[in-house]
C-alpha cells in the first residue's frame, strides 16, 4: 500500500506534465499485476500456493525492469519506472528476510498501535 501510495501520488503532483503522470500511473498498474496473476495461478493444480507467490514476484520484476531499460533507453535518460523497480526489489528483500529480528521488532511496535 505504501509503494502505491507514493506512486499515486506522485501521478497526481505531475498530472500537468503528461509523459511522467502516464509513467507513474502505469507504475502503479505493476503493482496490481501480482494479486490477479497469482489467483490466475493458483487456479492451476500444478502451481501450489508458494509456487504461485515466488512466480509472482519474480514475474513482477523482470516485467518492471524490462519496461525500465526499454524506457531508459528510448528516452535517453534514467526512466521514472526506475522508481517501481526499485521498490519491487525492496519488496522482495524485505519479503524474503521478513524473520529478520529487526523487522519482527518493528511488526511488533506497529501491531501495538492497533
Known sequence: MAFFAVLYFLAIYYRHRSGLHARYMCSTAFLLIGPGLV???MSYPEFSRTDSHAFDRN??????GAVTIVDSW????LSQFTLVFSFMVLQKILWDKNEAPLLQAIGREIAKLF
Do not use: S, V
Request: net charge positive; glycine share 0%; proline share 0%.
Open 74 to 77: 528510448r528516452t535517453k535518460r
Open 39 to 41: 489467483r490466475l495461478l
Open 59 to 64: 514475474a513482477n520484476i523482470l516485467i518492471a
